[in-house]
């Protein structure tokens, strides 16, 4: 019996969510900053400085937890507060140079730990997953940029 597109989208889901897991499981740093916390300054490193609030909402938290963890990295030297260019009354929240080091530096573990992971496996497994990965890498972003919207908290994405 064939499968129906709502197994299939089913079982594709689970098996991403199951790579998802895994990779982050073996590529965090247990030590170091919270997912959020990365997530955060990896936003703010590619989206310049921003308002607090669509801060929130992209990261999908709420605007007290966010002004929390914000504050943090402010007194971690990784965060700073700006004033906005176009409305001076408003307070931009923009990464620092030290904030970029430590993404830099969370980037080239993270690329360790997986190059360390890859030389594990026979050579004709590196060959098969790198293919999947070519094939698989483009599909997923077209995915995740067709869908992007700022998410809410505590929901889905806003309408």
Same mark, same amino acid.
């Given at each position: 019996?064939?499968?129906? %597109?709502?197994?299939?989208?089913?079982?594709? #889901?689970?098996?991403?969510?199951?790579?998802?897991?895994?990779?982050?499981?073996?590529?965090?740093?247990?030590?170091?900053?919270?997912?959020?916390?990365?997530?955060?300054?990896?936003?703010?490193?590619?989206?310049?400085?921003?308002?607090?609030?669509?801060?929130?909402? #992209?990261?999908?938290?709420?605007?007290?937890?966010?002004?929390?963890?914000?504050?943090?990295?402010?007194?971690?030297?990784?965060?700073?507060?700006?004033?906005? %260019?176009?409305?001076?009354?408003?307070?931009?929240?923009?990464?620092?140079?030290?904030?970029?080091?430590?993404?830099?530096?969370?980037?080239?573990?993270?690329?360790?730990?997986? #190059?360390?992971?890859?030389?594990?496996? %026979?050579?004709?497994?590196?060959?098969?997953?790198?293919?999947?990965?070519?094939?698989?890498?483009?599909?997923?972003?077209?995915?995740?940029? #067709?869908?992007?919207?700022?998410?809410? %908290?505590?929901?889905?994405?806003?309408?």
């Amino acid at each position: 019996m064939e499968e129906t %597109p709502e197994e299939s989208c089913r079982e594709t #889901a689970a098996a991403l969510f199951d790579v998802t897991t895994v990779m982050i499981r073996h590529l965090s740093d247990r030590q170091g900053m919270s997912l959020t916390t990365a997530s955060t300054l990896r936003r703010l490193e590619q989206a310049g400085p921003i308002r607090l609030t669509a801060l929130a909402a #992209a990261e999908g938290v709420t605007q007290p937890s966010m002004t929390q963890l914000v504050q943090r990295l402010e007194r971690q030297g990784l965060a700073t507060r700006v004033g906005d %260019p176009q409305d001076g009354r408003v307070c931009l929240v923009a990464i620092t140079d030290a904030g970029r080091e430590v993404l830099a530096e969370r980037h080239r573990s993270a690329h360790a730990r997986l #190059a360390e992971l890859l030389g594990t496996l %026979p050579a004709e497994d590196l060959q098969a997953l790198g293919e999947a990965m070519r094939t698989a890498l483009p599909v997923i972003h077209r995915m995740t940029q #067709a869908t992007a919207r700022p998410r809410v %908290p505590g929901g889905g994405p806003a309408h």
